[in-house]
């Protein structure tokens, strides 16, 4: 799923990947630092002071090259962390979705908090940007609460699969609000994720006595797979936010709007329903921990391969999450997912890759 309390994240993240530029925020070099590079990028040997000596570069430009994968195994990387954050949700019953959401939000403001005070950003932000982070908070950490809930009522790998059409509801969006170009390819490759969602939630009115096998637990299905749905619609709706603002708000203001108003809208929710308690296992409580670090991690990694990979590798390999899903839910679940929902995995993750490899090849023109 692309995690939604990033930029890229967001969810970029939570599902989607970032639509803005791939230069990391505050990459900039100190003036030192900067001159040191254009010297050695011009063959340029201070030790020398008269001509240019390859010899400093050439160890650089190999250095560069020792690792060229190095970003799409930290794609992997993030995709495993997302999946083992997703599995101890799943894992947590005794607790609701919306607090386990609360939990997290605690648990990654007190990471961001120290990562602010130290980049001197402030914690309001620009002026005319305010409207749209407070917007990608609210819409970002929505699209959060509906995954938990989804992964908490249906299956794991249904969930999983469902939330992976979230960059077909992008391209439409974009095409909406950003009067972006939606091409008859956009159409095709929306037209399998809605095939490959109908699969996943067997309507009976389509299916009939196909659902007879799932009769009890087919509302919870149900409900969990709208949710699924939900989130994908609200993650895309968040990069198009993300896409709006651009570069001009700091990554971390944005993760901070996400994780803020996440906590008092998932408050408030607790409060009207009354489901807020805390957990009385031990266990449940690691849980938690786990939910908030793992999730953590699989953001740090995914971060960090945007920053030197191109976004659309990254998107494809992160359908990988897919893949971990299915097997946590036969492994540790000892759920054999159903012929229907691999036929409709195929259609999202084909729907899925190929909007994101035809976004992909019209960028690169």
Request: contains cysteine; charged residues 15%.
């Amino acid at each position: 799923m692309w995690p939604l309390e990033s930029p890229g994240a967001a969810e970029l993240q939570e599902p989607g990947l970032p639509l803005t530029d791939d230069t990391p925020p505050g990459a900039s070099e100190e003036p030192a630092a900067a001159e040191a590079a254009e010297t050695l990028d011009s063959g340029w040997c201070w030790p020398c002071r008269s001509s240019p000596c390859g010899s400093r570069v050439q160890p650089e430009a190999k250095k560069k090259a020792r690792c060229p994968g190095l970003g799409l195994f930290y794609t992997l990387l993030s995709a495993f962390f997302f999946s083992v954050g997703s599995l101890f949700v799943k894992k947590v019953q005794d607790v609701h979705a919306v607090e386990i959401s609360a939990f997290r939000c605690v648990f990654q403001m007190l990471v961001i908090i120290p990562c602010l005070i130290y980049r001197k950003t402030g914690f309001i932000g620009p002026k005319g940007q305010r409207i749209f982070l407070f917007l990608r908070g609210i819409l970002g950490s929505t699209a959060m609460i509906l995954l938990y809930y989804a992964f908490q009522t249906t299956s794991l790998a249904d969930a999983t699969v469902i939330s992976f059409s979230c960059p077909v509801f992008t391209a439409i969006f974009a095409w909406i609000f950003l009067k972006e170009k939606y091409s008859l390819w956009d159409a095709l490759f929306t037209s399998f994720a809605i095939i490959g969602v109908i699969l996943i939630v067997r309507p009976p009115f389509l299916f009939g006595s196909n659902t007879a096998e799932m009769v009890e637990s087919y509302s919870d299905h149900l409900k969990g797979s709208m949710a699924s749905v939900g989130h994908a619609l609200f993650a895309a709706f968040t990069l198009i936010i993300l896409r709006k603002m651009g570069k001009s708000v700091e990554y971390f203001l944005s993760i901070w709007y996400y994780v803020v108003l996440g906590l008092v809208e998932c408050v408030i929710i607790l409060f009207i329903t009354g489901e807020w308690r805390l957990p009385y296992c031990g266990l449940d409580r690691l849980f938690l921990i786990l939910i908030g670090l793992f999730g953590l991690a699989g953001q740090v990694f995914l971060t960090k391969a945007l920053q030197i990979e191109k976004a659309g590798p990254v998107a494809i390999v992160k359908t990988m999450d897919v893949v971990f899903a299915f097997i946590f839910q036969i492994i540790f679940l000892n759920d054999v997912p159903t012929w229907w929902t691999v036929g409709g995995a195929l259609c999202v993750v084909a729907s899925s890759s190929g909007a994101t490899i035809h976004k992909w090849c019209q960028n690169s023109k």
